[in-house]
Nanobody, 116 residues
C-alpha cells in the first residue's frame, strides 16, 4: 500500500513563493522516480518536474529557473520549491510516484492560486 499526501498549496501574489511537500508511505520511496504535475481548470494535465531515485532532475520549460524539485529519502518526502510565481502557474498540483515503471501512484492534489 502506497499513499501520497501533498501539502503547502495556497493563495499567493504574483512574484511570490510557495513550497509544496509530498509525503509517501510504504518502503518503495527510495527506488521511485517522483514527479509533480499540475492541472488548470479546462486544461490538460502537465508534468512540471521530475526527480529520479538518484537525484537527477528535469523541468518543464515553463518553470525552468523558477522551480526546484528535491527529495529527502530519510523522510520519504519530495518537495517543490516554487519562486517567482506567475498567474499561469495556478492549478491543482499532484504528486506522482513512478516505481520502476511498473506501478504508479497519485496524491489527491493541493491547490495553488497565483493572483495578478
Amino acid at each position: 500500500q502506497v499513499q501520497l499526501v501533498e501539502s503547502g498549496g495556497g493563495l499567493v501574489q504574483a512574484g511570490g513563493s510557495l513550497r509544496l511537500s509530498c509525503v509517501a508511505s510504504g518502503n518503495m520511496f527510495r527506488v521511485a522516480t517522483m514527479n509533480w504535475y499540475r492541472q488548470n481548470p479546462g486544461k490538460q494535465r502537465e508534468l512540471v518536474a521530475t526527480i529520479t531515485s538518484g537525484g537527477s532532475t528535469n523541468y518543464a520549460d515553463s518553470v525552468k529557473g523558477r522551480f526546484t524539485i528535491s527529495r529527502d529519502n530519510d523522510k520519504n518526502t519530495v518537495y517543490l520549491q516554487m519562486n517567482s510565481l506567475k498567474p499561469e502557474d495556478t492549478g491543482d498540483y499532484y504528486c506522482n510516484a513512478d516505481v520502476l515503471r511498473t506501478r504508479y501512484y497519485w496524491g489527491k492534489g493541493t491547490p495553488v492560486t497565483v493572483s495578478s
